[in-house]
């Protein structure tokens, strides 16, 4: 129970510290007429500035909206965004960030089967992402907590703990690894007894 509070709690962190505002200098495009008039050039539905203009537009409706509940219409919506605009500029620097909040929204509007293909994505796509533990930990709670399956959650504890040794991330691995499969009184139970209680 511990654990799996803890992957939640670390998921709903990451999700609200990785939404940000993506800026970006545009700049204005002309192109000659046959009259050798300038216009400004209007971008295609596939340009940079038209998918991060649409990155923008999810993003702002997201971060305003007031309602408790997730709207898990729009989380698709902006998940769609980022996914654009990862497949059509894959070496862009904001790239990397879309397709971990990709990740994010899925986890937290509990699209768990799209989840884990966007994290298999990712990380096929970005080996040394800079946030590859906590994909890993989101895998881990997707696959434990949500779809309990032990076998698949613990692969991917021993790959934390395997590519992470020594870290906390490897501790909470080995830890959730030991409570894997047990029911929260099971847990509760335990606390109990290591703690004198019982």
Do not use: W
């Not at 200098?25 to 940079?48: C, F, G, L, V, Y």
């Not at 691995?173 to 099971?186: H, I, Q, V, W, Y």
């Amino acid at each position: 129970m511990i654990m799996k509070l803890f992957f939640r709690g670390i998921v709903i962190a990451l999700f609200g510290a990785m939404i940000v505002s993506c800026s970006t200098n545009t700049e204005d495009n002309a192109k000659s007429t046959n009259d050798s008039t300038a216009k400004q050039k209007i971008p295609n539905a596939n340009s940079r500035e038209s998918v991060l203009k649409k990155v923008r537009y999810f993003d702002s409706l997201a971060r305003t909206s007031t309602s408790s509940v997730p709207d898990k219409n729009l989380a698709q919506q902006l998940i769609g965004a980022y996914s654009e605009f990862v497949t059509f500029f894959p070496q862009d620097s904001l790239s990397p960030s879309f397709a971990f909040l990709s990740v994010s929204v899925a986890v937290n509007t509990y699209a768990d089967q799209q989840a884990l293909i966007l994290i298999d994505n990712c990380l096929k796509n970005y080996p040394s992402h800079p946030n590859k533990i906590d994909l890993l930990m989101m895998k881990a709670l997707v696959y434990d907590d949500r779809m309990h399956d032990k076998d698949r959650a613990a692969q991917v504890y021993e790959q934390i703990i395997r590519e992470f040794p020594g870290t906390p991330a490897a501790d909470q691995a080995k830890a959730a690894m030991k409570l894997s499969g047990k029911s929260d009184l099971e847990m509760i139970r335990e606390m109990e007894k290591k703690n004198g209680l019982r």
